[in-house]
């Protein structure tokens, strides 16, 4: 699709699910393999948990953490007047581990120690998945497992986020799990830590509180098997 300088962020959020569904239909024929997908439409100050996304299952808080991730009521989610870390999934399961999780993310100001990111094969009974952020304090993009609550760095790459958007893609297939920022892979590691199907879900880490218009925003959630 064609992309005008002058659409707004919601039409250019729109023409991203549009192209990401027209790729799953020509690759699959009718059967998609998006399982969940989210524009994050609703009024601003509403939790994310016990929303109910555009495809998938309800949001839902992991019980291994206490904080929560809420609506912007412009097509983004923050972490709602909280310093600490939401962990939040679609209850879809996924009918295979190999998939992937992705957003948009958007940049309104920074803030200091404000890891926004995206998470999948999350164990919902336990402190496991894997996750790729964005880490602010060493500018850079992080590709991370947390197992028993322990998360450990598997690679990084360098990169400049102080204005626009940035759209990044956690991609879990067997045991080469990567890292794509704007369409390029640029982290990619062996990992056979986690194996099982999970759940996929958004990430926020922060020790600043923000607010609607502030700090960083996602938008336009996608998780699809491979």
Not at 20 to 47: C, V
Not at 194 to 205: D, M
Request: no cysteine; aromatic share 10%.
């Amino acid at each position: 699709l064609l992309r005008n300088a002058s659409a707004t962020q919601a039409e250019l959020h729109l023409m991203r699910f549009q192209d990401i569904l027209m790729a799953a239909s020509q690759s699959k024929g009718a059967s998609s393999p998006i399982f969940a997908q989210d524009n994050f439409t609703g009024t601003s100050g509403t939790d994310l948990t016990g929303t109910t996304p555009d495809i998938g299952g309800v949001w839902t808080d992991h019980a291994s953490y206490s904080s929560f991730l809420t609506l912007d009521g412009s097509g983004g989610v923050y972490s709602g007047g909280t310093t600490a870390t939401s962990v939040n999934y679609v209850a879809t399961t996924p009918s295979s581990a190999n998939y992937y999780v992705e957003t948009v993310l958007q940049f309104y100001s920074a803030i200091v120690a404000d890891y926004p990111g995206i998470v999948g094969r999350l164990s919902t009974g336990s402190n496991n998945f894997y996750l790729a952020s964005w880490d602010p304090v060493n500018v850079r993009w992080s590709l991370s497992k947390t197992v028993t609550g322990v998360n450990t760095e598997l690679g990084n790459f360098s990169d400049t986020f102080t204005t626009g958007t940035k759209t990044i893609r956690l991609t879990m297939n067997g045991t080469t799990i990567s890292m794509q920022i704007d369409g390029v892979t640029q982290i990619s590691v062996t990992d056979s830590a986690l194996a099982s199907v999970g759940r996929a879900g958004a990430y926020k880490n922060v020790t600043t509180a923000e607010a609607a218009g502030t700090g960083m925003h996602q938008t336009l959630f996608v998780a699809a098997t491979l």
